[in-house]
């Protein structure tokens, strides 16, 4: 386990507008890796509550590129929220985590770092990650990386789509649903998803800071 220097990301987010895309970057194999928050982010966080949402957009960046986080209690995934920051202004990601943390993320440690791509939308990363063990279920997570520095919250993405070429998917495997999740929205809403000759396509309705694509596949 690492600590995580939280701070400086979020500073450059809300001082660019933009969240760096290498944060997205899959490192560390298929292995899930554990950061822990250093007290200086947590002090930071404390007396800057209005760059909460900063701090979850590179919350979800993490989680998209298959890493874990930890508080400095040892809170893992979020599940407690005992820490030095306010947890009301974070318990909603962390509480969502927590809640899906077998279906959307802990079987997910494979990358497929180029199964997935954006159209109608900019500042988005987006990572397409398998299960080992599952071959019937993909997870996409699109994270935001556009950032309003005047209003302290994401810059709200609506009707785009996520792009999948049918060469990524496993052999004979087609996709045959796809659900929303969010921490701040609806979940388990099904998506429009359909072929396009060599490609498959689900529209996205909306994305604040962070949708996690739960896609179900289907073998001939």
């Known amino acids: 386990m690492d600590s995580l220097d939280a701070t400086t990301g979020i500073r450059r987010t809300v001082r660019t ?3 760096d895309a290498k944060l997205l970057r899959p490192v560390h194999g298929t292995l899930p890796y554990q950061n822990v928050l250093g007290s200086g982010d947590t002090r930071y966080l404390r007396d800057h509550p209005e760059h909460a949402t900063a701090f979850k957009m590179h919350v979800a960046a993490h989680y998209a590129r298959g890493d874990w986080m930890a508080a400095p209690h040892g809170n893992f995934g979020g599940i407690g929220q005992s820490w030095d920051p306010d947890p009301a202004a974070y318990q909603d990601i962390f509480r969502f985590i927590s809640r899906y943390a077998e279906r959307l993320f802990n079987p ?3 990358s497929m770092s180029d199964a997935g791509r954006l159209e109608g939308a900019k500042r988005v990363g987006v990572a397409v990650r398998a299960a080992p063990g599952d071959p019937n279920r993909l997870i996409a997570h699109l994270v935001n990386r556009g950032y309003d520095s005047t209003r302290h919250d994401a810059v709200k993405k609506r009707d785009f789509t996520l792009i999948i070429a049918a060469r990524q998917l496993p052999d004979g495997a087609a996709i045959q649903s796809a659900r929303l999740f969010s921490y701040d929205g609806p979940n388990g809403a099904a998506l429009s998803v359909r072929r396009d000759g060599r490609t498959w396509r689900v529209a996205i309705p909306v994305l604040r800071v962070w949708d ?3 896609i179900s596949l289907v073998y001939s």
């Open 212 to 214: 996690v694509i739960e």
């Open 108 to 110: 997910f440690t494979q």
């Open 17 to 19: 507008g933009v969240m």
